[in-house]
């Protein structure tokens, strides 16, 4: 069993940062290779915002976070941040923390993944 929880949303206005933590843990052999961060506002398609493949830190992000975002990693606590700089109102959304035990596909399909966490809350606004 696989158990992804993510913390660190809040509330800010436009130009502050947040950092957001996910913690993955597991009582199986599951080994994570790559963990994502995915986001959701309402009424929107969930999007990929960024990964890192654990083995090597290689991290990616989408164009819309590209030079804000940080995605870095703790493998000692099996845990990677998102650090989020510059935050803006368009980055208001739900940030899902989601992990993959194999690389399948590319890093920003969801269908990628096999363990998600349940969510957490970012606003930004004036």
Not at 47 to 73: C, H, M, N, P
């Amino acid at each position: 069993r696989v158990r992804v929880v993510e913390s660190g949303g809040g509330s800010v206005q436009p130009g502050e940062s947040l950092k957001l933590s996910c913690t993955v843990s597991t009582t199986s052999i599951y080994r994570t290779t790559l963990m994502g961060w995915f986001r959701q506002a309402p009424g929107k398609e969930r999007e990929g915002v960024a990964a890192i493949l654990t083995r090597d830190d290689k991290s990616f992000y989408s164009d819309s976070v590209k030079g804000r975002f940080t995605i870095y990693q703790d493998n000692d606590k099996n845990t990677a941040y998102l650090s989020m700089n510059n935050l803006q109102p368009d980055d208001t959304a739900k940030y899902y923390c989601a992990a993959a035990d194999s690389v399948r596909t590319i890093w920003s399909n969801a269908q990628q993944y096999n363990a998600w966490g349940q969510g957490t809350r970012v606003t930004v606004t004036s």
